[in-house]
Structures are given as structure tokens and as C-alpha cells.
Nanobody
Framework: QVQVVESGGGLVEAGGSLRLSCAAS????????MGWFRQAPGKEREFVAG????????YYGDAAKGRFSISRDNGKNTVYLQMNSLKPEDTANYLC??????????????????WGKGTLVTVSS
């Protein structure tokens, strides 16, 4: 069982930055992949970024490439999402998820086993 709690969302102007945090409590050593997804009202859940358990490999959705950066600190069991150059279309509920049993090579939402409730990011124009 892994519990996931996000924080760091808020209101920011277009062009600004935010850093989201995701605290995960679970098996010692954090040997699971972590991902960030987002969901805007009326839209499907979208993959934002993912990171392997050792932090060596990172993956990004098209909307995040070049602007967002994912990292993790296994000593603190925390994953971060640094978001720069934010746009109004980035407005969404950002959810963190842990992949304990899912395929290592998959970053689809269905590959993740435990989800947080999300933190809301609003970007004003």
C-alpha cells in the first residue's frame, strides 16, 4: 500500500512558475516509478511526466516538454514537478501516482496503482 499526497498548487500568472510536491509513503527504498498527470474539467486525464524508481530516466508528455521538469528525492520519499513558462491551458488538477505493480515501460494511467487526490493549478492570462 502506498499513500500519495500532492501539494504546491495555486494561482499563478501566465509565464510564471510553480513547483509541485508529491509525498509518497510506502515500501522502504521507494522502488516504484512515479508519475504526474493532469485533468482539466471536461477533458481526459493527461500524462505530464514520469520518473523511474532510481531517478535515472524521465519521461514527458508533449505539453510538458521543454517547460516542466520532474525529479525525486528517495531519502524524503518525495517527487517534484517544476513547472516553468506556465500557460492558461496548463490549468488543471494535477495528480501524482505511484506505479508499484504496473509495467516498468508503461506511463499510461492504467499502469499506475496508487493515486493522490490532486492539487489544483490555475494559470491566469
Amino acid at each position: 500500500q502506498v499513500q500519495v499526497v500532492e501539494s504546491g498548487g495555486g494561482l499563478v500568472e501566465a509565464g510564471g512558475s510553480l513547483r509541485l510536491s508529491c509525498a509518497a509513503s510506502g515500501p522502504p527504498g521507494g522502488t516504484y516509478g512515479m508519475g504526474w498527470f493532469r485533468q482539466a474539467p471536461g477533458k481526459e486525464r493527461e500524462f505530464v511526466a514520469g520518473i523511474t524508481w532510481d531517478g535515472v530516466s524521465t519521461y514527458y508528455g508533449d505539453a510538458a516538454k521543454g517547460r516542466f521538469s520532474i525529479s525525486r528525492d528517495n531519502g524524503k520519499n518525495t517527487v517534484y514537478l517544476q513547472m516553468n513558462s506556465l500557460k492558461p491551458e496548463d490549468t488543471a488538477n494535477y495528480l501524482c501516482a505511484a506505479k508499484v505493480y504496473g509495467p516498468a515501460g508503461s506511463w499510461l494511467a492504467k499502469a499506475f496503482d496508487y493515486w493522490g487526490k490532486g492539487t489544483l493549478v490555475t494559470v491566469s492570462s
